[in-house]
């Protein structure tokens, strides 16, 4: 059973337009998002995280919101840039441990 | 920002033998790592939580004596893979919680081929 889902496993944004990611969860337990950025055989890259008591949280080009009654969350990337191409994951923690639970991941493309 | 050094980056042996990765954080102390492994185009799993000080919880599903994790220290986590065959070759990665900013740094990932 996934309790994290990225429904869309890739997106292809012009450069300089508004990049959408879109993340659905089912666990009501869980307190605390993050977007991660990931290239091939490297490490995740942790980009921006967002609490439950939060709806919304903005970090330069990068907006994290989140829509608790949908148990939905979106990261916005604006203006997208070439490099922005990766995979993100979304991921979520439960407030009864400290692990993450990794969404499927979209690739993103950012076309110049 | 928190680091964490993961070795190796990647690692080719043969069938039986078994494998070390370690999991280092370089500038804060981690009480909980955590091991997770990637299939080529899939979603990172979490393996098990390490603890430092104390036995690893290990997800359903985990061989514990296959995946051998030592959290002997603050800093250093290890995961051995243990008479390792073919369909163990993934991509391992490493996390660590830093509690300063309540945040989880990843390492790099080791690519393990078992041939």
């Known amino acids: 059973d996934q309790q994290v889902k990225q429904n869309s496993p890739s997106l292809s944004v012009q450069e300089g337009r508004i990049s959408i990611l879109n993340c659905d969860y089912t666990n009501s337990m869980f307190d605390y998002f993050l977007w991660y950025k990931k290239y091939p055989a490297e490490g995740p890259t942790f980009l921006i995280s967002i609490s439950s008591i939060k709806d919304k949280n903005e970090d330069g080009r990068f907006t994290v919101f989140l829509n608790k009654s949908a148990k939905h969350l979106s990261l916005h990337i604006v203006p997208s840039q070439p490099g922005d191409s990766a995979v993100y994951f979304c991921a979520a923690r439960g407030n009864a441990g400290n692990m993450l639970t990794f969404g499927g991941g979209t690739r993103l493309m950012v076309k110049p | 920002g928190a680091v964490v050094s993961q070795h190796p980056s990647w690692v080719i042996c043969k069938s039986g033998t078994s494998v070390k990765i370690e999991c280092r954080s370089l500038d804060f102390q981690a009480t909980t790592m955590f091991w997770y492994r990637q299939f080529p185009k899939q979603s990172l799993m979490l393996m098990a939580t390490?603890?430092?000080?104390?036995?690893?919880?290990?997800e359903q599903g985990v061989e514990k004596d296959k995946f051998l994790i030592n959290h002997a220290s603050l800093t250093l986590s290890t995961l051995t893979v243990t008479s390792a065959h073919p369909e163990d070759s993934s991509f391992y990665i490493c996390?660590?919680?830093?509690?300063?900013?309540?945040?989880?740094?990843f390492g790099s990932g080791t690519r393990l081929t078992v041939v």
């Open positions: 996390s660590a919680e830093d509690s300063a900013w309540g945040g989880y740094t």
């Open positions: 390490s603890n430092e000080g104390s036995k690893a919880t290990y």
